[in-house]
């Protein structure tokens, strides 16, 4: 499938979903819906980085919040400036710049070591925003900041429908991104420094570079995801938005759904996201968190693959352990740069 | 040598004094050695001599803290191992690391879209899988294309192996123990496959134990003892070389 | 910022203190980390779980926690050496370690603390012991006693540790299965068991240490996450499985720690020995006394 054909697939899937939310009537399913997506993307993100490449990254809430306080940074300044209020696709491109940047920085520093330091390198990361953020007073320091989402946007009316198809768009975005990374020379690019980067060196790969890459896109991404966060809460804390929940959630969703392809953050992301929403609700937060715990702790020791690694073994095929599944066009143009 | 008479060396690889420790093991002093184009080198030496260590600092996988090494006339410090590959420079692992999770296929695309098609000699996906069944052919190891390499022997491993080397379409290859464990036949498949490539002009250095390959094989000989290069030159001489006999025979 | 001579004294005398005790506290890190290249993010949840057991003995029986964490020991040991069974066969066996042995231990860390909360609420413990409270005053010396005994006590566990690990049969057994398995195989050792004891040793400490903890600050679930940063910068400054390279590191980032929460403030505290592992890994990732 092209990559123009999947998108426009899942382009419909959106706005089916979008309708079908309309439906419903009540706007608890935006509420809830967002915080699944949010997680769709945050997941790939992270993927990109620890699924293919094998490079893992403790600090996606770090990315997260880098975001969304570029968010509340744009909108004091905005609001000093009376020009309001500013348009989500906007935020995300500069949250996603800011966060690509840092990914960008933070990798140059710590990825020529190996991948165990970088690891423990991104917790440092967070703890070191967090503390930053935490003495910035202008975006509010420990006490928090207030965002004023607006009452309406036209034309589609409910700002909370605004934000749920926004985040949507880029949960799609991200998806058709990790698609398009799998089936290019990058993808293979980045399973060679998975499964052995001497070779892959040997081999001609510029390992370096392309873990740049792929930690910029991550970052960029969360980035992207935290942009709308403030305008989603209203009310913004240091403790709870670079909480470790971020953190746990967007390696367990990966790990859980399978980390071979775009199929598994997307599967895990839902799945988990979704039980979570009902969860908190019905029993309390730090409950579902713990079960995100063992889930994890589950998966990874008893089942490697994830869902996705589950269900081909139970259609018996050899377990597709290739990043995507290649059928080579026979005329295609050249390989993608 | 000083570095202007290692300039105006005209051989393809020129080793300069090199020099490589780890802590307060000296694992490499005062290796100088040139290899010519075309030529067809041996390197042999007992167990721990040295000789992974000194593919490893000539390809980038390791740094040499002394000496230098050129290639083409350029000096390599400082060029990381893919940009030595892109040069032209490749080699195979003395243990076998083949990408695990890619189907062998797979395994030489990886070598032709990031050092050959970064040429620009290549263009098409079409002759890029040409490209990969062409190889292993080559090595034997075309019926199992589409498998992972957990299903490959040991054997079939070190084919592999030689196979991603090739696919780089080296200047100069550095074959390391490709042929432990092989049947008669399968060693002479793999000389004449070595032969075959010397001749379309790939320079090849040959390190093995295997007397009998590496003394019908090479054109000239190099042996390396805990770390010293002891002899160069002919392989009759160099075997006839009481030193040698020494270092090999107690 | 109020500069006095006597302020900067005591911060160094105190950061020297707590540096020790920071010692303790990496010193199970060092053996997992350092030498058996266990990425084992989730010791910090270990030593916050001493710090509850000796909580809850010592709120309901008034036993002193440093007794008590030592009795506990035995119990961590099996932990660990049962945790470390299932991190070989899950993880290094099959050559997985990098990407699902971390997110196991990442894991066990969440599980950890996210219980804790559950099962204590997120207030602050503490402990009662007669060594806290009163102070030893010396010139111009300000020593509260509850961290000069943890200081002591640390020192002695690191000289027992460095002692077992160049003078006993298992101890060098252990620094040796670093560098080489095969050879350990070849003696008639059985490499997996001997990082197994050495795994259950590392856990070991994290009693100790999370005695230690709670008798110097009063301690809560989310605590052990300053600690992730502070333990591996220690380590990796420290030389990686250098125990006399822990304690120097520990004690020069206990110093800058110290001097910066005295003079700019304990907001920038947890930033300094994450800054400063950050630092360690891009300018000397081999540490002050490198291998």
Redesign the interface.
Known sequence: MRTPVFLLIWLIVAAAVFGGSLAVGNDYVFFAGYVVLQYVVLGTAWNILGGYCGYVNFGSAAFFALGAYSTVAIYKFALDADFYPIPIPFLMLIGGAVSGAVGFGMGYLTLRLRGAFFAIATLALAVVLETLVVNWDYVGGSRGAYIIRPEEIAPIGNYIRYLFLTMMLLAVAAITIARLIERSRLGYGFATIRDDELAAEASGVPTLRLKLIATTISGALMGMAGAPFPYYISYLQPSSTFGLDYAVNSIAMPLIGGTTSWVGPLIGALLLGSLQQIATVTISSAVNLLIVGFLLVFFVIAAPNGIVGLFHTYLQRKPEEFVGRRRVDPDAPGTVP | MSDAEAAANPDLLVVDDLGKRF?GFVALENISLSVAAGERLGLIGPNGSGKSTLVNCI???LRNEQGAVRFNGQKLDGL????R??LGL??S?QLP???????LA?NI???L???V??RGTI????E??ERCHDLLNEVGLEAKAQH?PRDLTQVEMRKLELA??M??EPKLLIADEVMAGLTHSEIEEILTLLARLNEQGVTIILIEHIMRAVMSFSRRLVVLVSGKKIADGAPDAVMRDPEVERAYLG | MIFSFDLLINAIVSGILIGGFYAAVTAGVSISFGILDIVNIAHPAFIILGSYIAYIVNASFGFDPIITAIVVMPAFYVLGAGIYQIYYVSFEKRGQESLRGLAFFFGLLFITEVSLVLYFGVDYRYVDAPYIGPAWHFAMLDIPFRILVPFLVSLLLITVLQLFLTRSFIGRAIMAVAQDQLALRLMGVDPIRIKRIAFGISIATASLAGAFLIIIQPVEPSVGREYIGRVFAICVLGGMGSLPGTVIAAMLIGIVESLTSTFYGPSWAPAVSFGFLLLTLAVRPAGLLGR
Do not use: K, M, W
């Not at chain 2, 990381?80 to 940009?83: E, I």
């Not at chain 2, 690391?97 to 189907?103: G, K, Q, V």
């Open positions: 802590g390809c980038g996988t990381a191992a893919h940009q590959t892109r490749s080699r692992f690391r083949p990408f695990a999770s890619l189907s797979d695309r990886v070598p879209l990031y050092t098609a970064a263009h098409t996906a079409h890029i899988g992972l991603r080397a696919a780089t």
